[in-house]
């Protein structure tokens, strides 16, 4: 099993619409809960952080953290085109020097 | 502030060939780190520096790659001899501990892609 299990997709959805993106995984250490975005032929970027459990909400975007059922989402609202790209969940924990492991990616289509 | 750099961007060879490829992290971070995606896969963690220790190579495929960090300042990463498995993109990552305690953020490179033929 995976520690980090993610729909690679791909995810198309017409501008506007709310986009859900979820993980799960088998780790309880795992404490630090991030979304990167991946443009093609570029490396992450972290869009999202969250520390343990709870939501956080930045712009257009929300993240949250259930760490009870081990589940992470990430919501886009009024998706645009520009949102296209390959999200990636990640994980970590301050045990084994906060190694980062990630999902293996949506791939999300806002289509015009 | 420059960002993390790798080079080269692509790098083709032909299996049984040695291939290097370097990274520069930003300035003044202490963690380094190594991960490869191959197709269809997810990014692999490979190796983690602090400084110029190995803190992490648990991920590191097996003895035909070696990684080096010189002074705790760039790294390479070299494959001997490379086998068509190698294939993919790799990228390189640094943070600063107390800054990814707060943030949660690698700050990666392009990444280098390795074709093997």
């Known amino acids: 099993q995976k520690e980090v299990e993610q729909d690679p997709g791909p995810l198309s959805v017409p ?5 859900s993106l979820n993980c799960t995984y088998s780790n309880s250490a795992f404490q630090y809960f991030m979304w990167y975005r991946q443009y093609s032929r ?4 972290l869009l999202m952080y969250t520390y343990s459990s709870g939501n956080k909400e930045d712009g257009r975007f929300t993240a949250q953290v259930d760490k009870s059922s081990k589940y992470i989402s990430l ?19 301050n045990t084994g020097g906060f190694k980062t492991i990630f999902g293996a990616g949506t791939r999300l289509f806002v289509k015009a | 502030e420059a960002g993390v750099t790798q080079f080269p961007s692509h790098s083709v060879i032909e299996k049984g060939q040695t291939v290097t490829l370097r990274c520069d992290p ?12 191959v197709m269809g896969k997810e990014i692999k963690f490979l190796l983690h520096f602090v400084k110029e220790s190995k803190q992490d190579e648990s991920g590191m495929p097996n003895n035909r790659f070696l990684a080096e960090r010189t002074g705790g300042t760039y790294s390479t990463l070299k494959v001997q001899p490379a086998e068509l498995e ?7 990552a640094s943070s600063q501990t107390r800054d990814f305690q707060n943030t949660g953020e ?6 280098s ?5």
């Open chain 2, 86 to 92: 190698d294939s993919g993109v790799y990228f390189c």
């Open chain 2, 26 to 37: 930003i300035s003044g971070h202490d963690n380094l780190y190594w991960y490869r995606r």
């Open chain 2, 106 to 111: 690698l700050f990666f490179g392009e990444g």
């Open chain 1, 15 to 19: 501008e506007g619409a709310i986009v």
């Open chain 2, 113 to 117: 892609r390795l074709t093997v033929l």
């Open chain 1, 42 to 45: 570029k490396g992450p970027e």
């Open chain 1, 75 to 93: 919501f886009i609202r009024d998706s645009q085109p520009s949102d296209s790209a390959t999200y990636l969940c990640a994980m970590s924990s």
